[in-house]
């Protein structure tokens, strides 16, 4: 049997598949993404698909990925779980 990975919410705390997840990533150059393939370079931390936790994400993702964050980012992750 395949291990499933699972990641933990930086908002929910919860423990979490993988693909129940949204990953947001800072590069080493300091740009922030979201990462749909889950694979890309750099700092990476997870949400939950869900719409209160992205509403509730600009008070944790600044402070986990130690930047400023673009509301064009908040703006795609409310789409990706709509």
Do not use: F, H, Q
Request: glycine share 4%; aromatic share 4%.
């Amino acid at each position: 049997m395949k291990k499933i990975p699972l990641r933990t919410c930086i908002v929910t705390k919860e423990k979490l598949d993988k693909r129940d997840l949204i990953r947001i990533v800072k590069d080493k150059d300091g740009n922030v993404s979201v990462d749909l393939t889950g694979r890309a370079n750099g700092k990476g931390v997870y949400l939950k698909k869900d719409k209160e936790v992205i509403l509730k994400a600009s008070k944790y993702l600044p402070k986990a990925l130690e930047c400023e964050i673009e509301s064009e980012i908040y703006e795609e992750l409310e789409k990706l779980v709509k």
